[in-house]
């Protein structure tokens, strides 16, 4: 059965940081590359970060450059997003996404949110 679950939401005070986990199970994590996209109410859900499978190339949104990190651990089958610097803006659903290197299929996580407030 696969599935991404994702943790490591909530909320914090604009300038904190928070650290997303999402972890793969029921395929060959390895075989996928990883993203975060974020969706905030009334807006489209766009790509955070990604990441390909070996974690040589990584790619940022230019609103997040700079703030947020993204990694990944195979030995875990775990995909993370470090955000710091967190400002209001950043409050949205934040998704976890992978996509097969060898066909076509990708899975989501359910969704965590993260809120910036004071």
């Known amino acids: 059965q696969v599935q991404l679950v994702e943790s490591g939401g909530g909320l914090v005070q604009p300038g904190g940081s928070l650290r997303l986990s999402c972890a793969a199970s029921g395929f060959t994590f390895s075989d996928y590359n990883g993203a975060w996209y974020r969706q905030a109410p009334g807006k489209e859900r766009e790509l955070v970060a990604a990441i390909t499978s070996t974690g040589g190339t990584i790619n940022y949104a230019d609103s997040v450059k700079g703030r947020f990190t993204i990694s990944r651990d195979n030995a875990k089958n775990t995909v993370y997003l470090q955000m710091n610097s967190l400002k209001p803006e950043d409050t949205a659903a934040y998704y976890c996404?992978?996509?097969?290197?060898?066909?076509?299929?990708?899975?989501w996580g359910q969704g965590t949110q993260v809120t910036v407030s004071s």
């Open positions: 996404n992978v996509v097969s290197l060898y066909e076509r299929r990708q899975y």
